[in-house]
């Protein structure tokens, strides 16, 4: 049996918003974002969090988008200009992040792994802590969300 996967990054704002983003394939193979991120105003329900991220993990692993020019067409044109920001840059500031790589069998998912990220701001980007990745077999959403709180306190500016 083939394994797939499907990767979502939960970007907690300065305001507390979650803004909760698949990203999918192209079918020339990047990895961009999907469209405008779930939002979640109560990042504290740990049930709700995992419940949206194992919704949008498969999401991720079911979209796949058409090819697209990137340069004339970047994947955050449509974030940014919902959010009325004017740079991918002015969106990082101040955003901590967290990973989620959701891993599928025959369509189930078996696992996912957790890893909070190290936001280096415009020159860098967001650097993935793998010290500090968590696996998860066959998590709950409550242990899912949890594991994405842990996650967040672990996740730097």
Sequence with gaps: MSQTY??????LRPDGTLLVHVMARTT???????????VLTDADDDISLGQTVMAATDEAVSTVLPARDL?????????????????????????????????????????????PAHNGGARSGFTPLTDHRVRLDSPTAAQLGAAVQEAFALATL
């Design 6 to 11: 499907g990767v979502v990054n939960i970007d």
């Design 71 to 115: 340069r004339h067409n970047p994947p955050d044109a449509e974030l940014l200009e919902w959010l009325k920001l004017p740079s991918y840059a002015a969106y990082a500031k101040g955003v901590r992040e967290v990973k989620v790589h959701g891993f599928y069998e025959a369509g189930a998912l078996t696992h996912v792994l957790v890893t």
């Design 28 to 38: 020339e193979g990047a990895m961009i974002l999907s469209g405008l991120p779930k």
